[in-house]
């Protein structure tokens, strides 16, 4: 699977991914009404809403983007009628050709970590039967349990050929409480970066590892110590717009083959109607702004790794 997101990115010129985090303030009037009207202002109603809304962003940008990383908790938080609204939108991305990289940050025991692994990524079995669960083509997970808690997903991700984004510096004002402390006079996150380039190395895929890492557009610096620790890994960098992270700031989370990383935006990008100098599109255009937004995004980002020497 990193190789189909590697080749996408190239083929789109386009190292960015459509975060699909809707809440429902982001949601048009009347595409809520609507969901209301049919199911109630219930979790039902709510969850017909963000699928709707959903499929109107990745119709009007699936031909600009390699991925997306829909948000589990934005559907989670509707019980089991967001969940089913999520793998609507895992199911219908996949069936427009993206590349789904699911963002569920889990990581838990051995046991635990292999269930989430076969819920997400993998099959599981029932009787004689396997199936399928949600069927991500990526995870992001969580590595604060250690490596039993990682290498089940990575069995799964052997299996499947598909990929894990590991949290390695993350994009949060407070994210420094626990991953800068200093361990044997190190940072943690560079410690938790050199562990992901090993998992990497041993699980290549020509001449990316489908072991990628998370690191926040919001610590550049860090960044560019983190691309040099972890050369071989997929960088997952969120942060970019809504967070403030900007363009200029990500040279520096790419390699020199102008690869190595992929930059998120969800509300820059699915909340665009909203947002200052796409005013003229309103919220019935909002799909439109949407790829407005992405049309732009992909510019700002391509203009300075042009700029910064990193691409031509
Ligand atoms: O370090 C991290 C890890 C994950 N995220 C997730 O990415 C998006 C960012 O949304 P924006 O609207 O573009 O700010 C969201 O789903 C986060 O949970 C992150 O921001 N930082």
């Not at 039967?129 to 995870?139: L, Q, V, W």
């Not at 990383?261 to 005013?279: D, L, Q, T």
């Amino acid at each position: 699977m990193i190789q189909q997101l590697i080749g996408k990115i190239q083929k789109m010129n386009a190292p960015i991914v459509v975060g699909l985090d809707p809440m429902l303030e982001y949601i048009p009037e009347y595409i809520k009404q609507a969901a209301y009207e049919e199911k109630g202002e219930t979790l039902a109603g709510a969850a017909e809403a963000i699928w709707q809304f959903n499929k109107g962003i990745v119709d009007a940008t699936y031909d600009l983007i390699p991925a997306v990383k829909p948000q589990i908790a934005m559907y989670e938080q509707f019980g089991i009628e967001g969940l089913i609204a999520y793998k609507r939108t895992v199911d219908y991305c996949k069936e427009k050709g993206l590349v789904v990289i699911g963002d569920i940050k889990r990581g838990d025991i051995g046991s635990t970590s292999a269930a989430y692994a076969v819920g997400h990524l993998g099959k599981v079995k029932i009787g004689n039967n396997s199936y399928y669960g949600f069927d991500e083509d990526f995870a992001t997970v969580n590595p604060y349990l250690g490596s039993d808690g990682i290498k089940p997903f990575i069995e799964v991700c052997k299996e499947e050929k598909k990929g894990l984004f590991i949290l390695v510096k993350t994009s949060n004002p407070s994210s420094g409480e626990f991953q800068d402390k200093l361990v044997e006079g190190r940072p943690l996150y560079e410690l938790v970066g050199e562990k992901v380039a090993e998992w990497g190395s041993e699980h290549m895929s020509e001449d990316y590892s489908y072991i990628g890492a998370v690191v926040g557009a919001t610590y550049p610096e860090m960044g560019k110590v983190l691309r040099k620790l972890m050369p071989k890994s997929y960088i997952l960098v969120p942060g970019y717009g809504a967070q403030g992270g900007k363009a200029e700031d990500l040279i520096h989370y790419f390699n020199k083959d102008g690869l190595g990383a992929i930059v998120n935006s969800s509300r820059g990008i699915i909340a665009a109607y909203k947002a200052k100098g796409y005013e003229k599109f309103g919220e019935s255009a909002y799909a439109d702004a949407s790829r407005q937004a992405v049309i732009d995004m992909k510019e700002d980002i391509q203009s300075a790794l042009v700029k910064s020497g990193v691409v031509r």
